[in-house]
Each structure stands twice: as C-alpha cells, then as structure tokens.
C-alpha cells in the first residue's frame, strides 16, 4: 500500500520567507475540505452557471489550497489584511497589485496555519476559473513559491489531489508547473 509521501510528495518547510501577518492571522475565508465545505464550495463553483457576476469573481480571484503533513486540505481565497489588525482589506488578484503600506496577503503559510515558526505541508496550488481550459473551467494547479513547485512535486501528486476533490463531485482539470530546474 502507497503512503502519503508516494501519493503526495514529502511534508517540507516553506521554501520562501513567511510573512509576519502569515504568522499571525488566517485568512476569514479559510476552510478544512470536508463533506460541508465541500458542498459550499461546489455551489460557489458552479455559480457562474447561472450569473455572470460571479463569473468576473472566479475569473480574477484564485482560490489556494494546501494540504498538511497529515493529508488533510485547507483551502481559502488569498486575502489581504491590514498588517496590525488583520482586518480583511480584499481579495489578492491574479494580476499583480501594489499593496499599500501595511498591507500584508494571507498565502499557503496562512491557510496551513503557520505557528510557532514550525509549519510543513505535502502539496499546495491554486484553484483558477478558466473557461477555456480543455478539462475546464476550474482548474488545480501547484502554483505555490512556498510548497508547490519544487522537486518530488509531479503531475501524478497533483491528480491525486484532484481525486479527493472529486470525491466531493468537484471536477477540476490539471496544470501541472514543473520547477525551473527542471525544465
């Protein structure tokens, strides 16, 4: 029988600095992948089915995911707080957007629950809404600086992912990135 390290890479330490406000807060729309927040997720999913107006949301808004050494999945939208407060300013965009100053986004760290200077997690991504993706329009990715794309992280540890959604009927195509060294 497979382990979780062969199904879905090694537990590792961030492989980028975490922020202060990473340490301190999470994100308000954090959840932990199960039978519940699954259906809620799936009806926010399936939302651009029937308004146009959520569909400008998830078009401009990923969601992360990060899943923790035990195997269990976090997931929340990247959300930008107030570095002092932590009050919730706005959802971080795709495209890049000058934060202000004593803004801080909410990344993969946040959504694990970075503590105590000690985090690890096996896999993290992003959920992206893209219509014209071929196994579309929701989209899993490792897009993660932090855990995601590095060595031991293949597109076979991304399907398995994909898989536990699925089993909450939640359809999502695969965009593996490979790390840069090597491409």
Known sequence: MANLDDIYGRPTK????????????????????????????????????????SSVVHETSPILWVMNEAGAIMFAHEEVVEKTSGKLRYLLPHSYVKMQAGEEKLGHPAVLGYRDGYVT??????????????????????RSGRFGIRRGIGEAQLRNVAKLFSAYQIRLGVYHITPREQV
């Open 121 to 142: 997690a096996r896999i993290a991504g992003e959920i992206t809404f893209d219509p014209g993706h071929e196994d579309g329009p929701w989209v899993i990715s490792n």
């Open 14 to 53: 961030p492989l980028a600095a975490v922020t202060e406000s990473e340490q301190r807060y999470q994100p308000r729309s954090l959840n932990s992948l199960d039978a519940a927040s699954a259906a809620s997720l799936k009806a926010y999913m399936d939302s651009h089915l029937v308004t146009r107006l």
